[in-house]
T-cell receptor
Framework: QKEVEQDPGPLSVPEGAIVSLNCTYSNSAFQYFMWYRQYSRKGPELLMYTYSSGNKEDGRFTAQVDKSSKYISLFIRDSQPSDSATYLCAMSGNNFNKFYFGSGTKLNVKP | ETGVTQTPRHLVMGMTNKKSLKCEQHLGHNAMYWYKQSAKKPLELMFVYNFKEQTENNSVPSRFSPECPNSSHLFLHLHTLQPEDSALYLC??????????????FGPGTRLTVL
């Protein structure tokens, strides 16, 4: 079983839609959760960082962590064509150096 | 220069060549990482350096040889690679801080093609 599971998509939505991206994981020791956005031919860019369970909001982006279900989500409100990218979830436990990444979900927001 | 820079951005090499990838971080961080990114697969952690000391080698073949001369620079020396080593190689850095996790900041990557 993979440490982190993420649906690769692609996910195609119209501009203005609410997007929901998700990851599940198996290791209950994970307590730091991150979302990265990766545009084509670029490195991943950190979008959201969350510690333990709960919600975190930043502009149009909301990250949710449900540790009891081992499930994390990223919501994008009022999606824009510029949000078209691959979104990677990542998580780590007490070993701060070791991140476990999902395989990424490719999102396409159509004008 | 800001953030994490990587050179070259693209590299094509034959299986008998020797080449090096370079990474430099301008963030004052004390940890640096090499990752391999292949299509439709999760990022694979290759090497970790904390305060210039290698702390993680994720069963990487010896044809990949890392070097960290100081906390701002990281190299990946390549020799006798195989076509399946073709991928995007990403460098990242972070600031180790006791008591919490640390965000990793990535460079743009080197797209490597092995013929």
């Amino acid at each position: 079983q993979k440490e982190v599971e993420q649906d690769p998509g692609p996910l195609s939505v119209p501009e203005g839609a609410i997007v929901s991206l998700n990851c599940t994981y198996s290791n209950s020791a994970f307590q730091y959760f991150m979302w990265y956005r990766q545009y084509s031919r670029k490195g991943p860019e950190l979008l959201m960082y969350t510690y333990s369970s709960g919600n975190k909001e930043d502009g149009r982006f909301t990250a949710q962590v449900d540790k009891s279900s081992k499930y994390i989500s990223l919501f994008i409100r009022d999606s824009q064509p510029s949000d078209s990218a691959t979104y990677l979830c990542a998580m780590s436990g007490n070993n701060f150096n070791k991140f476990y990444f999902g395989s990424g979900t490719k999102l396409n927001v159509k004008p | 220069e800001t953030g994490v820079t990587q050179t070259p951005r693209h590299l094509v090499m034959g299986m008998t060549n020797k080449k090096s990838l370079k990474c430099e971080q301008h963030l004052g961080h004390n940890a640096m990482y090499w990752y391999k990114q292949s299509a439709k697969k999760p990022l694979e952690l290759m090497f970790v350096y904390n305060f210039k000391e290698q702390t993680e080698n994720n069963s990487v073949p010896s044809r990949f040889s890392p070097e960290c001369p100081n906390s701002s620079h990281l190299f990946l020396h390549l020799h006798t690679l195989q076509p399946e080593d073709s991928a995007l190689y990403l460098c990242a850095s972070s600031q180790l801080a006791g008591g919490r996790g640390n965000e990793q900041f990535f460079g743009p990557g080197t797209r490597l093609t092995v013929l």
